[in-house]
């Protein structure tokens, strides 16, 4: 099976604009669950995706959205981009509740 | 609510001799334990998991690792190191069951010298 493909892998962006984000998970695999990456904080939590609906949260700004559609392919979308959002942002696909597979992740620069 | 102790951010070891990545963690529920690994501009890979049933745990490239209760703690560990094993560690825990929210370590970075 082809693993989870993000895309793209390399953004460069400026302070203010907004950018898109996509995933595709693993065929099969009906979770998707985004992540943000950076040095100071770590690997946090975004929100996780499944049969298209929003099931859980993570603590960030309205700023950062999200959508599933019915092929389960996912994207992200971050507005109103401040240099702070310079993250490598990565996607993981699952069956609902069962392990998570990472895919490469987006890596995002504000300038 | 759900936490994890990675207890070194760098460990150093030889190659050839044994690794020992140390982990803690906190929940409210009963929880399942990953270690995923990361290497340099690459995204996550599963090592190994632990979902209540045996509490040794063996994963991919030779590493394994216990899942203690009493002492809340789920290390990871390797007989012999290899170069390619340089990379960062991060224990998870998740345990919603049903739910995909996964909290993290802050990682270790294990550093493997000839």
């Known amino acids: 099976k082809a693993g989870v493909t993000q895309t793209p892998r390399y953004l460069i962006k400026t302070r203010g604009q907004q950018v898109t984000l996509s995933c595709s998970p693993i065929?099969?695999?009906?979770?998707v669950s985004w992540y943000q990456q950076t040095p100071g904080q770590g690997l946090q939590f975004l929100f996780e995706?499944?049969?298209?609906?929003?099931?859980n949260k993570g603590n960030f700004p309205g700023r950062f959205s999200g959508r599933q559609f019915s092929n389960s392919r996912s994207e992200m979308n971050v507005s109103t981009l401040e240099l702070g959002d310079s993250a490598l942002y990565l996607c993981?696909?699952?069956?609902?509740?069962?392990?998570?597979?990472f895919g490469p992740g987006t890596r995002l620069l504000v300038l | 609510a759900q936490s994890v102790t990675q207890l070194d951010s760098h460990v150093s070891v030889s190659e050839g001799t044994p690794v020992l990545l140390r982990c803690n963690y906190s929940?409210?529920?009963?929880?399942?334990l990953f270690w995923y690994v990361q290497h340099p501009n690459k995204g996550l890979q599963l090592l190994l998991k632990?979902?209540?049933?045996?509490?040794l745990v063996k994963g991919i490239n030779g590493f394994e690792a216990e899942f203690k209760k009493s002492e809340t703690s789920f290390h990871l560990t390797k007989p012999s190191a290899h170069m390619s094993d340089a990379a960062e560690y991060f224990c998870v825990v998740s345990d919603r069951d049903g739910y995909s929210t996964l909290t993290f370590g802050k990682g270790t970075m294990l550093l493997v010298s000839p």
């Open positions: 995706y499944f049969s298209e609906t929003q099931r």
């Open positions: 993981a696909s699952s069956p609902l509740g069962e392990t998570q597979y």
């Open positions: 632990y979902t209540s049933a045996a509490t």
């Open positions: 065929s099969g695999h009906r979770s």
């Open positions: 929940s409210s529920y009963s929880p399942s």
